[in-house]
């Protein structure tokens, strides 16, 4: 078995990893960017194998950084079954769609600023109708139970406890007589967090690719010592006057808060106010939610079958679906609670609930997930005063808080106690989707830990489990120009140059693949020079 790193290596988001076996050609997740420019620019560029030769796709959940690049490889010819949980299904069926027509809307804007510049127009990553047709390749499998998407080859998804449907994924194949067993971490989740049950105690594996979010940290918080504190903010910023935003992730994280908003006010710990949820996506995602009881942890079970509606289905529940709906919350001013999207706050409606309520200290602002670097949600908890939403500058004087307690991911302490339940420990293992410092860390400390081959494989990078042995690295252009770098320049450039990053980032790689190409050591160094000089 061959495993080629293209997403998610050294860098939090972008999951995609192509594995080839006896001929067979398959990827685990196909996710999207997201975060500074540079980065995303990786969208953009073409995957470094045939999307016509992959075979299947195994997803561990429906997070668009696991799965937003998917239509992306229909749209280029993979016609093949897309295999996940049930419940990730249902979730595809509306994240991709609105994936697709977030991709049409930015390419939009930049469009008419490119037109008027009189330069050549952008394309985009794909549509929401690239999307819908990417929707009937995805089966859905129920944990636990194993299937064969190949001759040679079977695989078992277990509940890895993150979001709604997510799964860790066990492949069993053989290699030179030997049975082996691949175990893919997917996002890891962790014990009692609200509606998803914990994540499943792993035994064994022979090799492992695991996730580092959290490697060489802990979370600030716990959720259990939160919610007092989620319920004393909200309190006061009623009591004030104020209005308490919560830019959330549309699926898993707005029903999380929703529930525990539903025990706060069953346990009479906040002021009667009015919960919105103004995301369309979340409300699709409440009701899907409401339909895989299956999928509810033993509490949730319980206070469904007690009260006949899921718990995260509030009473003073006010959805709002249209544009002019939401807009009619900017004239709101005290005693609401709006929950909104995206969660790190740098696209969506939340933009606009952001810029109505951060100048006002009375307001408070919750952020309940991981805040990637660049992102506006990242500044905001690191304490910037100014801030710039829609070219305007905004003060601010709310109060900001980060409930890192209420993470998704289980953290460096968590990990190592999932580790430790294991009685067949990986040969190998490869640690992915986190920062540089995170994963090469994480890494470090497991080989020494648990006297095991733990390592950062950097993108690109190629490893064959049956020679124990790296291949030659697949080169994404993208990933040639160091992502801060990038993004320095991009900044410094000036207006107009800026809106056409997408483009000039690709011509830069473009021109540096070619003197990587040519393997002229003299132009090579002056290439090295040159970036070192003007970084
Ligand atoms: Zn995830
Ligand atoms: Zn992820």
């Not at 995602?285 to 718990?311: N, Q």
């Not at 740098?346 to 997930?369: M, P, Q, Y």
């Amino acid at each position: 078995m061959k495993i080629t790193f293209l997403g998610a290596a050294r860098t939090v988001t972008g999951s995609c990893y192509l594995l080839e076996h006896n001929g067979c050609k398959f990827l685990v997740d196909c996710g999207m960017f997201q975060g500074n420019k540079a980065l995303k620019n990786n969208n953009y560029v073409d995957f470094p194998f045939n999307p016509g030769d992959i075979d299947f796709v195994l997803l561990t959940h429906a997070h668009i950084d696991h799965s937003g690049l998917l239509p992306k490889l229909y749209k280029n010819g993979f016609k093949n079954p897309i295999y996940t949980s049930t419940a990730s299904v249902a979730l595809l069926e509306i994240m991709l769609p609105d994936s697709g027509y977030i991709q049409e809307q930015e390419v939009e804007r930049k469009n008419r600023k490119l037109m008027r510049a009189g330069e050549h127009m952008l394309e985009p990553i794909y549509t929401a109708e690239d999307a819908l047709a990417t929707v009937p390749l995805c089966k859905g499998v129920r944990y636990g139970e194993e299937f064969s998407p190949a001759e040679g080859i079977k695989v078992v998804l277990q509940d890895a406890g993150h979001i709604f449907g997510s799964a860790m994924l066990e492949i069993f194949y053989e290699e030179n007589g030997i049975q082996r067993k691949l175990v893919f971490t997917g996002d890891l989740g962790r014990k009692d967090q609200a509606i998803v049950r914990d994540p499943y105690p792993m035994q064994s594996a022979d090799y492992m690719v695991m996730e580092s979010t959290y490697g060489n940290r802990n979370h600030g918080g716990d959720a259990e010592k939160e919610i007092p504190i989620f319920a004393e903010v909200i309190t006061k910023t009623v009591r004030r006057g104020g209005n308490v935003i919560i830019p959330a992730f549309a699926v898993d994280r707005t029903q999380d808060i929703l529930y525990l908003l539903n025990e706060m006010q069953l346990n009479k710990m906040i002021p009667e106010c009015t919960v919105y949820v103004d995301s369309p996506l979340a409300i699709k995602a409440t009701e899907i939610f409401s339909r895989f009881p299956d999928y509810y942890d033993r509490m949730t079970a319980k206070l469904f079958k007690e009260e006949g509606r899921p718990p995260f289905v509030l009473k003073n529940l006010v959805y709002t679906a249209s544009a002019a709906e939401s807009q009619q919350l900017n004239s709101i001013k005290s005693g609401a609670i709006i929950i909104s999207a995206s969660g790190m706050a740098d696209a969506g409606r939340i933009k606009h609930h952001l810029k109505h309520n951060l100048w006002r200290k009375e307001c408070s602002v919750l952020f309940f997930g991981y805040q990637v670097e660049g992102t506006l949600g990242r500044r905001l908890i690191e304490g910037e005063k100014q801030v710039t939403i829609h070219g305007e500058e905004v003060e601010v004087k709310a109060e900001i808080y980060n409930m890192e307690g209420f993470s998704a991911h289980a953290d460096h302490d968590e990990m190592l106690e999932w580790l430790h339940g294991f009685k067949h420990m990986p040969g190998r293992m490869f640690m992915t989707h986190g920062e540089e410092e995170s994963t090469v860390s994480w890494a470090a400390e497991i080989s020494e830990k648990f006297g095991v081959n733990a390592i950062a494989p950097e993108h690109g990078y190629c490893f064959d489990l049956a020679t124990d042995a790296a291949g030659e690295a697949v080169v994404h252009p993208a990933s040639i120009v160091h992502p801060e770098a990038a993004a320095t320049a991009a900044d410094a450039a000036s207006d107009t140059a800026r809106t056409l990053d997408a483009e000039l980032l690709l011509e830069i790689n473009a021109d540096i693949q070619r003197v990587m190409a040519s393997r002229d050591v003299d132009k090579l160094i002056r290439l090295r020079d040159y970036l070192r000089r003007i970084r």
